[in-house]
């Protein structure tokens, strides 16, 4: 079992940046999958990067590529997502989960979540 707690949120006016940062409790961190996904109001959860165990291959939704960079440091358990040029509709709740099995943009395929981190883009 593995237990998630983001940070780094909080509010940033367009094309700025933020770094989110999940840190993970245990000693099995190296054995997930990591994920960031993100929740807007009114909105279903959605995919927004995947990081494989060794940190290769990553994948990102569409709206987010170019622009967000997943990674994680297996040595500090810890998994991060850079947003740069953050736009309004970047806004939402911003959760790392942690998957057994495969990289996934399925929600489902993640067994243990964080409690969330608010990010807000707006001038």
């Known amino acids: 079992q593995v237990q998630l707690v983001e940070s780094g949120g909080g509010l940033v006016q367009p094309g700025g940046s933020l770094r989110l940062s999940c840190a993970a409790s245990?000693?099995?961190?190296?054995?997930?999958?990591m994920g960031w996904f993100r929740q807007a109001p009114g909105k279903e959860r959605e995919f927004v990067a995947t990081i494989s165990r060794r940190g290769l291959p990553t994948y990102y939704a569409d709206s987010v590529k170019g622009r967000f960079t997943i990674s994680r440091d297996n040595a500090k358990n810890s998994a991060y997502l850079q947003m740069n040029s953050l736009k309004p509709e970047d806004t939402a709740v911003y959760y790392c989960?942690?998957?057994?099995?495969?990289?996934?943009?399925?929600?489902?395929?993640?067994?243990?979540w964080g409690q969330g981190t608010q990010v807000t883009v707006t001038s």
């Open positions: 245990g000693r099995t961190f190296s054995t997930y999958v």
């Open positions: 989960a942690a998957a057994q099995f495969y990289t996934s943009s399925d929600y489902a395929e993640y067994d243990y």
